[in-house]
């Protein structure tokens, strides 16, 4: 049996499992693990659009991978970055500030603004400075005094992750490392919360089987009709060569009828000297 299957860090596949209206008791179980919010915020934890507003024509556009509200208004923004990104310090900043500035409209005070919460999902390191693989930043002075709670910006780096579990939130990190059947059926054993991730997973996986299918039959197609052109085009050409040759022979005798050397009948039609013997 085939052990492969679609790996959750796969854009399409991570924003079925955690991204899905209908899957949200998954992402509600995975941030209760991580997040200090009271349980209550997860009663209408609720996904909504990712796209970031423009107020003015020239403003930058942006798209966050996941964006969700909590039951007070709390925005939690999870962002899966696979590959390295330039300045993905500033990005993240960026992001989480677009976040919280687009909570407001004109005339709305600024005590309606709501906790952001940024979670960073990297598949490389990106925080060379730090060992551990959960890091969690907020607004404090050097006396580890909050300045306010309005922007939080979790960090997990999975290339950090022990071979051992270590905390609660392990074992869904594990999970997003997976790519093989028999660890994603260890993990769901092991950890019965993520049966659910898991099986989501492995549908995902037979979905993209059917796709992979359904790209080569339409791709068989498209060679059928693409040989079928080739044959008509190669049909018009070896009739266009035909006519031409019959063109030449019939230029040919009548070069010959009138007693032209056949030497030169052959330099202007381009037929052989014994081409136009036989004529």
């Known amino acids: 049996m085939n052990n492969e299957i679609i790996s959750p860090l796969y854009d399409f596949a991570f924003s079925q499992i955690f991204g899905n209206q209908r899957n949200i008791d998954i992402t509600r179980a995975f941030l209760k693990t991580l997040l200090d919010i009271p349980e209550d915020e997860y009663d209408r934890l609720t996904v909504v659009s990712p796209i970031l507003k423009r107020f003015f024509q020239k403003d930058k556009s942006g798209v966050v991978d996941l964006k969700l509200s909590t039951r007070s208004g709390k925005i939690i923004h999870i962002e ?42 990297c598949d490389h390191d990106l925080l060379w400075e730090e060992k551990s693989y959960i890091n969690v930043y907020e607004l404090q002075n050097s006396e580890n005094r909050c300045f306010t709670d309005l922007l939080k910006v979790v960090i997990l780096e999975l290339p ?23 660890e994603f059926e260890m993990l769901a054993r092991k950890h019965p919360e993520l049966k ?11 979905i993209e089987k059917w796709r992979d299918y359904q ?21 018009r050409a070896q009739g266009l060569a035909e006519g031409l040759a019959e063109g030449r022979e019939e230029i040919a005798r009548k070069m010959k009828s009138r007693g032209q050397p056949v030497v030169e009948i052959a330099e202007v039609t381009g037929l052989s000297v014994n081409a136009v013997e036989k004529l």
């Open 80 to 121: 899966l970055q696979v590959n390295k990104r330039a300045n993905l310090r500033s990005r993240i900043l960026y992001y989480a500030a677009r976040l919280i500035g687009d909570q407001l409209k004109f005339g709305d005070d600024y005590n309606k603004l709501h906790q952001v919460i940024s979670i960073v999902i």
């Open 215 to 235: 790209f080569h039959k339409n791709l068989h197609k498209v060679d059928e009709r693409m040989l079928l052109e080739q044959a008509r085009i190669d049909g």
């Open 196 to 206: 659910e991730a898991v099986y989501c997973a492995k549908k995902m996986s037979l």
């Open 160 to 182: 950090k992750l022990p071979q051992e579990e270590d905390s609660a939130v392990w074992p869904w990190l594990r999970f997003l490392k997976c790519s093989d059947r028999e």
